[in-house]
């Protein structure tokens, strides 16, 4: 409104007077339509100069001009501090300012809605956001960064302000910036904001470089994070303790200990003093990498440097032994924590205690606990039931979760909907779905009524028990019974009907789901489309994937691929490659799944020239093949003797993705199908790297040629082995020897049983003893 107003104003500046622009502007401000004429009042002008006067309202709201200036340059100041706006008290926005609530400025609210709209940005859109960025004050542009579920989105409204004229963003924006910039990996961001604020000697400080370090973290990258430190050594910024803690917590976070203690020893040379923050990241990394006794020793560590550990350091250990089940330990450390730190423990200490024990699984524990709790005078209320009952209810212990149940209504302690649902779903687990059914009709009388989820817990429990039919009845019934069925519900009873065999009332199901209004991603029809496959539907299966897609569900590769696949399998080919055409129909690009079904299905129908063809397609795309993919090519091309096309696709595969056992298969696969000719000639290819699994596949070549009674070949094949300082395996090379000698070469085979003496690995009478 203030910008339409100010809009208004403008359109007359060029062509009147001083005098009349005054009692122009004042008029145009009175004939604004006010949405509380109350507040507002008309507006008056007050002359303070030659060229300078005020335009005020009834409540002193107002701003200053100078009519020596063009007025449509004034209009691209800030607005006065006192002006917020229509229907505002002044009184509010400096409760508000003090409050630290700036979200509720309304020009704040403004700039936020505008930005929540960029993507149907205008020009004039940009022209209102540009000078609302003007009008507003450090904190409440501080406040707008902050207010960006996106940081991206942040970071480029942070950029664009920046080149706005007649703006500049003032230093604590550059640190509150770079505070969410460290909340993200958005490392990149970080650094030039870092980089402007040195480019315009706005003086840096440690943490803006603690910042840029999380951010690194986040992203992986604690190396770069480290590297940080030379950054502030020629920024000549000396490190602080806080810079310190954010390099140990990085360091820890990337499992390395040894490092981040290696930090806590040049802390000690730098006389930059550890604090509790320092050693409760240490004691955290030890515990997570099951080093408690590391841990242990660090507390110690910490009272004899006159650091006193607090309830964080040993709540860190106690979870650690709360997760081995270790109670006896638990209660060493806290008699320790009273002795030595004189901490107290107090209602947080056995809260976490029962939260640590029950989430782990150890339920008894946790009640003990609870009990001694109690008898100290602490009170526990339904979150802690809650997740001892959950414990047991995962367990399978429900006959301890409803005492427990039972124990909350005597003290009073009424449970809620999630302890129900939890006693429901365990029950469920156990298979006492009609039990659980009971609990759920019992639930309204007993002041809790069942949602949605109790409701999905049943109809789970029912599915599961092979009972569908009955959940779709229950499902049917959701409107008399008051509650909505959300996409979960459906897609269990889809997954319960599956599971069945009953793929048509599961497809009714899916039909159901997406006219209320929930679209299933591809994961949830995924196993549906293939179990539609597997029992010889592929037709039904690309029935139910046009219906997702015609009603704006999401259908990516694997469901195209899975209907492809089902086609190839019922060796309907002509139906596989019309769905192959509709992925590109649907914008959907094949994967090297996709292409590995395909060619496939050409070698089995023989069309070798065509797989051929489909594979280079596949490279040219860029796609990596898979280790089914070179599989399936040596399979399909092997089998119809096509060696010399297969060899020449190899060596096109390998330059995109090498694998090494690539010619061992392709010679493994020549043998099974009795080409041996081709496979000898592939030799030289597999004896390059002399590797166990060459000669696993040179055995292979060896044992098949004496199949076909062949001794020489499998004779020159181990000969070929020893060039390559490859030893055959002996007694694989006595049959080879005895059948040398049988087919009357005994040269020969004295000959490869000599290789064996000279290498140690036989002595010469046990030669002169096979020849006799």
């Known amino acids: ?45 007050n002359i303070s100069g030659a060229n300078k006067f005020r335009v005020s309202n009834r409540l002193g709201y107002g701003r200053d001009f100078d009519s020596s200036r063009e007025l449509g340059d004034e209009v691209d100041f800030k607005l006065s501090r006192d002006y917020i706006g229509n229907d505002q008290q002044i009184e509010c926005f400096k409760s508000v300012e003090n409050d630290g609530d700036e979200i509720r400025h309304p020009l704040v609210k403004e700039a936020c809605r505008l930005i929540d709209q960029r993507s149907k940005w205008t020009p004039n859109f940009e022209e209102e956001l540009r000078h609302l960025i003007r009008s507003l004050k450090p904190q409440q542009v501080c406040t707008l960064l902050r ?19 007649r703006y500049q963003h003032n230093p604590i924006v550059y640190n509150a910036m770079l505070e969410i910039l460290g909340k993200t990996s958005l490392y990149e961001g970080a650094k030039r904001v870092i980089r402007l604020m040195a480019r315009r000697r706005i003086r840096l400080r440690a943490e803006a470089f603690g910042y840029l370090m999380m951010a690194y973290s986040r992203a992986g990258h604690w190396r770069k994070s480290l590297q940080v430190f030379s950054m502030m050594e020629k920024a000549k910024i000396e490190p602080n303790l806080v810079i310190y803690n954010i390099a140990v917590y990085v360091l820890v976070k990337a499992s390395k200990l040894e490092m981040a203690v290696k930090i806590l020893e040049r802390m000690e040379l730098m006389d930059i ?46 979870g650690f032994y709360c997760k081995t089940n270790r109670i006896k330990e638990v209660r060493i450390l806290m008699k320790k924590m009273l002795n030595e730190s004189k901490l107290i423990a107090d209602q947080v200490t056995y809260n976490m205690l029962i939260h640590m024990l029950s989430k782990y699984g150890h339920g008894v524990e946790a009640i003990g606990f609870l009990r001694e709790a109690e008898e100290k005078g602490f009170s526990f209320d339904k979150v802690e039931y809650s997740a001892i009952i959950h414990s047991f209810c995962q367990a399978g212990n429900i006959e301890k979760a409803k005492e427990l149940v039972n124990e909350m209504y005597t003290k009073g ?204 397609k596949m490279l040219h795309k860029s796609l990596i093949p898979t280790p089914v993919t070179y599989r399936v090519v040596i399979h399909r091309f092997c089998q119809h003797g096509r060696v010399q096309e297969l060899l020449s696709l190899l060596e096109k595969m390998l330059l995109r993705q090498p694998w090494k056992t690539a010619y061992n298969q392709v010679i493994e696969k020549l043998c099974s199908l009795g080409n041996l ?41 181990a000969c070929r082995m020893f060039s390559r300082n490859l030893v055959p395996d002996l007694k694989l090379c006595e049959k080879v020897s005895k059948s040398l000698v049988v087919h009357g070469m005994p040269l020969d085979a004295e000959k490869l049983m000599l290789r064996f003496v000279e290498r140690g690995l036989m002595s010469p009478k046990y030669i002169k003893k096979m020849q006799r």
């Open 273 to 318: 003093a550890p604090n509790v923050v320092t050693y409760n990241c240490l004691i955290k990394g030890y515990c997570d990498a099951d080093r408690i006794e590391d841990a242990m020793d660090l507390i110690r560590d910490m009272v004899a440097k006159g650091c006193s550990p607090d309830k964080v350091c040993y709540h860190t250990v106690m």
């Open 677 to 717: 000719d081709d496979a000898s000639k592939l030799l030289g290819k597999v004896l390059r790297t002399a590797s166990r699994t060459d000669a696993n596949s040179c055995h292979i070549l060896i044992e098949s040629s004496l199949r076909k009674g062949d001794p020489l070949s499998s004779y020159k094949v």
């Open 1 to 45: 409104m203030l910008f339409e107003f100010l809009r208004y104003a403008t359109h007359f500046h060029e062509s009147i007077t001083n005098k009349t622009c005054r009692r122009t502007l004042v008029h145009a401000f009175n004939s604004w339509p006010s949405q509380n004429p109350n507040e507002n009042g008309h507006l008056s002008y």
């Open 147 to 165: 207010d960006q579920k996106d940081a991206r989105v942040a970071l480029q409204l942070f950029y664009w302000a920046d080149r706005q004229w």
């Open 413 to 616: 302690c009424i449970p809620d909907i999630v302890t129900y649902t939890d006693v429901i779903n365990g029950l469920c687990k156990i298979g006492k779905v009609d039990e659980a059914k009971q609990l759920l009709q019992e639930m309204s009388k007993l002041g809790c009524k069942p949602n949605t989820v109790s409701y999905t817990a049943l109809l789970n429990g029912l599915c599961r028990d092979g009972k569908s039919s009955e959940a779709k009845e229950m499902l049917n019934m959701s409107e008399e019974e008051w509650w909505v069925p959300n996409s979960i519900t459906y897609s269990v009873l889809m997954h319960g009907f599956r599971r069945e065999g009953k793929l048509s009332e599961a497809h009714d199901v899916v039909k159901e789901m997406i006219v209320k209004g929930f679209l299933p991603p591809p994961a949830e029809i995924n196993p549906l489309i293939q179990s539609f496959c597997q029992e010889g539907r592929p037709e039904d299966a690309k029935k139910l994937m046009e219906e997702c897609l015609n009603k704006g569900c999401t259908v990516n590769v694997v469901n195209f691929t899975t209907v492809i696949h089902g086609f190839c399998q019922k060796e309907d080919f002509d139906s596989a490659f019309s769905v192959l055409d509709d992925m590109y129909l649907n914008n959907i690009q094949p994967d090297a799944v996709t292409y590995t079904t395909i060619i496939d299905t050409l070698g089995k129908k023989g069309s070798i020239e065509e797989a051929v063809e489909m594979a280079k």
